[in-house]
């Protein structure tokens, strides 16, 4: 059987673009070259470039990965590549690199601790799951042995480099602004070039592995 409740229907309105307009590579691709590292030449920029950086950099990347963790890091990939259609989506993969990194490093924390958390209010104490510790910490909780931990983005990266999880030298301060400032606009949309989101995919590739190391 078909599912029909995948979308709502609408009638078509005749604006709708067709496959070989949305398959058009984005013109601002128009004047990008390349070195070819064969032959020392210049040469025009074609999307298997665009495409080549990314396909490198997770090529060392463990088993180990959890398969939720992957499947991101694809996605990324693919907004990437789809880039070529699209010069925005660069910009797009590079905030969905970026919530990656986050998401890793949630992963890793529950990974390290499988089991309830100890909390402590006053002279309190309670034993909860992560979700009712989350919850709990608002309200002037502390986790036993982290009292400074409070679930945000930059505790996760105190904790991970404290348990050495992370090596030194992550740019942390510059990946919370660049996060932030892409997570709350105000006044102006991000259109960074594709090399900015090739960066950072490096970066989120190097933190995995980091967390889930091979061998």
Same mark, same amino acid.
């Given at each position: 059987?078909?599912d029909?409740?995948?979308t709502?229907?609408?009638?078509?309105?005749?604006?709708?673009?067709?496959?070989?307009?949305?398959?058009?590579?984005?013109?601002?691709?128009?004047? $990008?070259?390349?070195?070819? &590292?064969?032959?020392?030449? /210049?040469?025009?920029?074609?999307?298997?470039? #665009?495409?080549?950086?990314? $396909?490198?950099?997770?090529?060392?990347?463990?088993?180990?990965?959890? &398969?939720?963790?992957?499947?991101?890091?694809?996605?990324?990939?693919?907004?990437?590549?789809?880039?070529?259609? $699209?010069?925005?989506?660069?910009?797009?993969?590079?905030?969905?690199?970026l919530?990656?990194i986050?998401?890793?490093? /949630? $992963?890793?924390?529950?990974?390290?601790?499988?089991?309830? #958390?100890?909390i402590?209010?006053?002279?309190?104490?309670?034993?909860?799951?992560?979700?009712?510790?989350?919850?709990? #910490?608002?309200?002037? /909780?502390?986790?036993?042995?982290?009292?400074e931990?409070?679930?945000?983005?930059?505790? #996760?990266?105190?904790?991970?480099?404290?348990?050495?999880?992370?090596?030194?030298?992550?740019?942390?301060?510059?990946?919370?602004?660049?996060?932030n400032?892409?997570?709350? &606009?105000?006044?102006?949309?991000?259109?960074?070039?594709?090399?900015?989101?090739?960066?950072?995919?490096?970066?989120?590739?190097?933190?995995?592995?980091?967390?889930?190391?091979?061998?």
């Amino acid at each position: 059987n078909i599912d029909m409740s995948i979308t709502p229907h609408f009638p078509r309105t005749g604006r709708e673009r067709p496959v070989a307009d949305l398959t058009r590579p984005d013109g601002r691709f128009s004047n $990008c070259f390349r070195l070819d &590292p064969q032959d020392g030449k /210049w040469k025009m920029l074609e999307a298997e470039d #665009l495409q080549a950086g990314y $396909c490198h950099a997770d090529a060392d990347l463990s088993p180990g990965v959890p &398969p939720k963790i992957r499947e991101r890091i694809t996605v990324a990939q693919n907004l990437a590549f789809y880039g070529w259609f $699209c010069y925005e989506f660069s910009t797009i993969s590079l905030f969905w690199s970026l919530s990656c990194i986050e998401m890793a490093l /949630w $992963c890793k924390f529950i990974e390290v601790h499988p089991g309830a #958390l100890e909390i402590v209010h006053k002279s309190q104490t309670e034993k909860v799951s992560i979700a009712e510790a989350e919850r709990k #910490l608002r309200q002037g /909780w502390r986790i036993v042995g982290m009292s400074e931990f409070n679930f945000s983005l930059r505790s #996760l990266f105190t904790w991970a480099f404290d348990t050495k999880l992370l090596p030194s030298g992550v740019d942390v301060e510059g990946i919370l602004q660049l996060r932030n400032s892409m997570a709350h &606009p105000t006044s102006f949309n991000w259109v960074l070039p594709p090399g900015r989101a090739l960066d950072v995919y490096k970066i989120l590739l190097q933190m995995v592995g980091a967390l889930w190391p091979a061998g």
